[in-house]
């Protein structure tokens, strides 16, 4: 069945250090969404690419969608406390309504 | 402005029983979809709901079943409840004319099936 795949599963982090995480879909995408859940909460919608090849940036985040619109990234540059959480992908395939997910990316921040 | 809004937020139950959750969408939204999400794992799509209608289904037996009211709000029933039902459920609402865009969520429910 179709499927995103999410690498890593943990990254432990430095404060100030850069986190990245990537996702990997089984079939092409209407688009790809990012969104965060923090520790007991629900996923908040961080972005959506839509465009084959695109980038774009929230500040400290850059997030790419590929050309192939199949696979995305996030990437986050000198990290802080206020990051933790963990990060989804998720993306509706061509023609269909539901989102599939990836199964995350925990970010924890070493002490 | 209300966000998304589900009830009950708890909630433990026993194999065989039967379970009801609610979901009131944003305001001005109209397209509500249902979501399980288990421990350390990424969000399962259940169904979507737009006009009343069950739009699309994900890969949940017939036990899951649900409706939408005229006023876009939503249930969630789970008939003959298993261990494996324990889960986060979480409820999303869209405008129809972003249904594949930005999802908001509420804090969902936590089912304990006992």
């Known amino acids: 069945g179709q499927q995103v795949m999410q690498i890593p599963q943990y990254q432990h982090v430095q404060e100030g250090e850069d986190f990245t995480t990537y996702c990997n879909s089984s079939?092409?995408?209407?688009?790809i969404q990012w969104y965060k859940q923090r520790p007991g909460g629900h996923p908040v919608f961080l972005i959506q690419l839509v465009k084959s090849g695109e980038v774009k940036k929230q500040k400290r985040l850059t997030f790419q969608f590929g050309e192939a619109k199949k696979n995305s990234s996030l990437h986050i540059t000198a990290t802080q406390t206020t990051d933790v959480g963990t990060y989804f992908c998720?993306?509706?395939?061509?023609?269909?309504?539901?989102?599939?997910w990836g199964a995350g990316t925990k970010l924890i921040i070493k002490p | 402005d209300a966000g998304v809004t589900q009830s009950p937020t708890h909630l433990i139950k026993t194999r065989g029983q039967q379970v009801t959750l609610r979901c009131s969408p944003k305001?001005?939204?109209?397209?509500v979809s249902w979501y399980q999400q288990a421990l350390g794992q990424g969000p399962q799509f259940i169904f979507q709901?737009?006009?009343?209608?069950?739009?699309q289904r994900g890969n949940f037996p017939d036990r899951f079943s649900g409706h939408q009211f005229p006023n876009y709000s939503s249930e969630l029933n789970v008939n003959a409840l298993l261990l494996g039902d324990s889960a986060l459920y979480l409820c999303?609402?869209?405008?129809?004319?972003?249904?594949?865009?930005?999802?908001?969520f509420g804090e969902g429910s936590r089912l304990t099936v006992l």
């Open positions: 079939t092409t995408l209407s688009n």
């Open positions: 709901y737009y006009e009343e209608e069950e739009r």
């Open positions: 999303a609402s869209s405008l129809d004319l972003a249904s594949t865009g930005e999802l908001f």
């Open positions: 998720a993306g509706p395939p061509q023609s269909n309504y539901q989102l599939i």
């Open positions: 305001s001005g939204h109209d397209t």
